[in-house]
């Protein structure tokens, strides 16, 4: 009987003793079982000094950040269905393979294929003056020879709605403040369909970021069922300001739109998978990822090449210093996760039969800048086990353990109830470049990128090598 099931066995019996009520005696077996695993979790710091020195000063500095920028300096950006992100399939599927990896394999899955087309803006009234402009993802193109049309100037849906009947036919545009992204988001998902339920004829938001230099910021925008498709993009910080400012002097401002948008039907794409089998429970699970898709502008080097690249590079530490956990670490690179985790629902739907196996799901999707520590969603009894890992860490000054170790590809998992981490970073320009032109590779530093390596590798090792599963 190992000791895992020797202690739940004994929790069982407290329980059933109690009549079903947790009692102290079955605390205390808990708190026992956490005390241990932390003496178990301190005998690892020669090892995480072993991974974090490799990726930090040994030969496998700035490795991730030249995988990273060779692979986005060849292929670009890579919206899901596009030629590009087949070639960045293939192309990981090789890097994989030559790095030694095992299972390495593809797993197929259908996602959505968006084309913008071509597209532009122009102020016709009062004066002549081009706006920089990016469709949304999923919006509708307009008629062939645009849409000209005079402009409402909004700032929040409150106001649209209170302005309902000057809307109608018109271009509205949404000149909402940054707040967060989780809060203004809102105005690129659901813009649209707000200012059709007016009677608008399309819809520009001021893009969700809170700096700009002339930059469009696009993004996954979604049509209600019941509501006429209307044309949405994203348009810079500058223009919306300038045209509130013309509102509130009452200037008329007319707009010739064009949007050659189109939605095709699905495709086939892959996640793609490679491993560390595990030496005793090679069942068991810690998955390592991040996505492979991009939007269609810049290079996709930020969001999220850097995290697929220190997720490559957690699994090529590991087995550069000959370590096998005792269970699978399982890299896992996502396709269609700009659409909201399209490629992520299908691995889930299928794999979730052995959801038991799973021991920890982590994914890297919020810059890979200089890291702070884990964001990690789990029971208390995990949450301080995860405490004791990132002690481990202190020699880079990266021991905090947040809340939320949420992530669009691994939410799926985590609210089914299994232990989620996501990588935490000062990520305080991470919105500056985010879906825009300017995620490139210039965004990235090495040597941010080699601390969030060993991070990644650390915390992925440690758990998929403690004698226990984290408690669910």
């Not at 109690?18 to 956490?34: D, F, H, L, W």
């Not at 597209?119 to 990016?134: D, F, G, Q």
């Not at 530490?317 to 659409?339: A, S």
């Amino acid at each position: 009987m190992n000791r895992f099931l020797g202690t739940f066995l004994a929790m069982l019996f407290a329980i059933s003793s109690a009549g079903g009520r947790p009692t102290n005696e079955v605390k205390s077996i808990r708190e026992q079982t956490v005390k241990d695993t932390s003496k178990e979790i301190a005998g690892y710091s020669n090892i995480a000094m072993d991974i974090i020195n490799l990726a930090v000063n040994g030969n496998a500095q700035n490795r991730s950040y030249n995988r990273l920028a060779e692979f986005v300096d060849s292929i670009g950006n890579r919206i899901s269905g596009s030629g590009n992100l087949d070639q960045a399939i293939k192309y990981m599927y090789s890097a994989l393979k030559e790095n030694g990896l095992e299972n390495v394999h593809l797993e197929p899955v259908k996602v959505p294929r968006w084309v913008r087309g071509q597209e532009s803006a122009v102020m016709l009234e009062p004066r002549n003056h081009t706006i920089a402009i990016l469709g949304l993802g999923s919006s509708v193109g307009t008629p062939p020879e645009g849409i000209t049309a005079e402009v409402l100037v909004v700032q929040s849906f409150d106001e649209l709605h209170q302005r309902a009947q000057e809307a109608k036919g018109k271009i509205v545009v949404f000149n909402e403040p940054f707040v967060s992204y989780g809060e203004t988001v809102k105005y690129r998902e659901f813009g649209a369909s707000n200012a059709a339920k007016v009677g608008a004829v399309a819809s520009l938001i001021r893009s969700v970021t809170p700096f700009s230099i002339n930059s469009p910021h696009t993004g996954q925008q979604d049509y209600q069922a019941d509501v006429v498709k209307i044309p949405a993009a994203c348009i810079t910080i500058e223009d919306a300001e300038m045209m509130a400012r013309m509102a509130q002097r009452n200037i008329k401002i007319v707009l010739h739109l064009v949007m050659g948008a189109q939605t095709y039907p699905d495709v086939l794409s892959y996640n793609t998978v490679a491993e560390i089998v595990g030496s005793q429970f090679p069942e068991q699970v810690v998955l390592v990822s991040g996505h492979l898709d991009s939007w269609d502008v810049g290079q996709g080097a930020m969001d999220d090449g850097g995290g697929a690249f220190i997720s490559f590079e957690a699994l090529s530490l590991i087995k550069d210093l000959g370590l096998c956990p005792k269970r699978t670490l399982r890299l896992v690179l996502w396709t269609g996760e700009e659409q909201g985790g399209v490629g992520a629902s299908q691995y889930f739907a299928l794999h979730k039969v052995n959801i038991s196996d799973f021991d920890l799901v982590m994914e890297s999707d919020s810059g890979t800048f200089t890291p702070l520590g884990i964001g990690f969603t789990g029971s208390s009894e995990a949450r301080k086990i995860m405490e004791q890992v990132m002690s481990l860490l202190k020699s880079i000054n990266a021991t905090n353990l947040f809340q939320n170790g949420e992530g669009t590809d691994i939410n799926f998992w985590i609210q089914a109830g299994v232990p989620g981490a996501g990588l935490f970073t000062e990520s305080s320009k991470y919105f500056w470049f985010h879906h825009s032109e300017g995620d490139t590779m210039s965004v990235q530093d090495p040597i941010q990128m080699n601390l969030c390596s060993a991070v990644w590798a650390v915390v992925a090792y440690v758990v998929a090598d403690l004698q226990e599963m984290l408690p669910r």
